[in-house]
């Protein structure tokens, strides 16, 4: 993990990106995102999520968004989305990509993300 301020690790995420450009290896980095950018909101001794859908103009169709998730401590969430683009003269193929979020609220371990999540959330539409 980077050396980062304090006030800051609330909102420090692990980034893992793969590309069919770099034969899908992983390249990973750390990011601070500004409050509020991953749907994350603390009440009730629970933690709220609800991913935002970003670009729109990328979703596949899909009847609705399903609800936040309310965590309690030492729970976690993996939740899927994914997203399909074409050029806007249509003379490039497709492109799509898949968002995978692993949240956990509370203390976590180095291994936690690499078990079963309390919650799954499959936002995935057809790319079809």
């Not at 304090?6 to 990106?17: G, N």
């Not at 490039?92 to 371990?109: E, Q």
Request: with cysteine.
């Amino acid at each position: 993990m980077p050396s980062v301020h304090p006030a800051h690790l609330a909102h420090l995420v692990h980034l893992v990106r793969m590309g069919e450009a770099d034969g899908f290896a992983p390249r990973e980095g750390w990011e601070v995102l500004p409050p509020g950018a991953l749907g994350l909101r603390e009440a009730d001794g629970r933690l709220r999520v609800l991913p935002p859908v970003e670009p729109l103009y990328g979703l596949p169709p899909r009847a609705r968004r399903p609800p936040a998730v309310r965590l309690a401590p030492g729970q976690w969430v993996r939740w899927q989305l994914n997203y399909r683009f074409s050029s806007a003269a249509g003379v490039r193929d497709w492109s799509y990509w898949l968002d995978t979020f692993n949240i956990a609220y509370g203390p976590a371990g180095p291994g936690l993300f690499l078990t079963e999540p309390t919650v799954l959330v499959d936002e995935c539409g057809p790319v079809r």
